[in-house]
């Protein structure tokens, strides 16, 4: 009789990613002295790792209380805003999300910046893919603009603000997604007014979509750009 392995997927015994040690995240830190970390429990280790940590936490009163936290680990992600200065018009993307619908949008169909995870790669390398893959667009000179946590009461993710410049030229495919990944996703080219006018009476509802359309507008880049001269948006970081 072949003997049963004994252990637990993603900890001692490798998961379907190949991975172990799970239950390892966080156990290092020692940034915050008021925090110590006493346990992880991995509770599901699908594609993306739920945890459970257990930890002590010193209050500002001195009282040291003992905490629970579930953690959704999915990776870091990326995501951009592409916009042609001369027409003023944006590239974003629709799709159907499921979470979205079952927590009560009428059809979960979300208009957004292309965005994906960053797949062990750099955030600049991978959002130049997402561009190419969602929008069919080959993405020149980039700007970072800034990195943000979407929920930090539960998702570890770190996402990467990126906005780019493009012309018609630089549309090179249909783009759309990769059907291999299950995605299906419309080419949406916007005027940016529409789409400000979109933000503010509900159509677009999705966070780091209207984060990046509200910072343009903040920040003045078509008026920037209405100059030639002007022209620093696209300076790579």
């Known amino acids: 009789m072949t003997p049963v392995a004994l252990g637990r997927l993603g900890v001692d015994l490798p998961d379907g990613r190949g991975r172990t040690g799970l239950d390892q995240a966080g156990t290092g830190l020692h940034g915050n002295p008021a925090v110590t970390v006493e346990r992880v429990e991995v509770t599901s280790d699908g594609w993306h790792v739920l945890r459970r940590t257990t930890f002590g936490y010193r209050r500002r009163d001195g009282q040291v209380v003992t905490e629970q936290r579930e953690t959704y680990d999915r990776g870091n992600g990326a995501t951009i805003l592409l916009y ?3 027409r003023r018009t944006v590239l974003l993307t629709r799709q159907f999300r499921y979470a979205a619908y079952v927590n009560g949008h009428a059809d979960g169909m979300l208009i957004e910046t292309a965005a994906g995870l960053l797949d062990d790669d750099a955030p600049e390398v991978a959002i130049r893919r997402e561009a190419g893959e969602e929008l069919g667009v080959r993405v020149g000179a980039v700007r970072h603009v800034f990195d943000l946590y979407m929920s930090p009461g539960s998702v570890t993710e770190l996402v990467h603000f990126y906005l780019a410049e493009y012309g018609p030229a630089d549309r090179v495919d249909s783009g759309g997604g990769l059907a291999e990944e ?20 509900g159509r677009i509802v999705d966070g780091k979509t209207v984060i990046l359309l509200q910072w343009a507008a903040l920040a003045g880049i078509f008026q920037a750009c209405t100059n030639p001269a002007s022209r620093t948006v696209a300076k790579s970081d």
Do not use: F, S, T, Y
């Open 84 to 86: 042609d200065p001369d």
């Open 182 to 201: 299950g995605e299906d996703i419309e080419v949406l080219e916007l005027p940016i007014d529409d789409a400000l006018a979109m933000v503010a009476d």
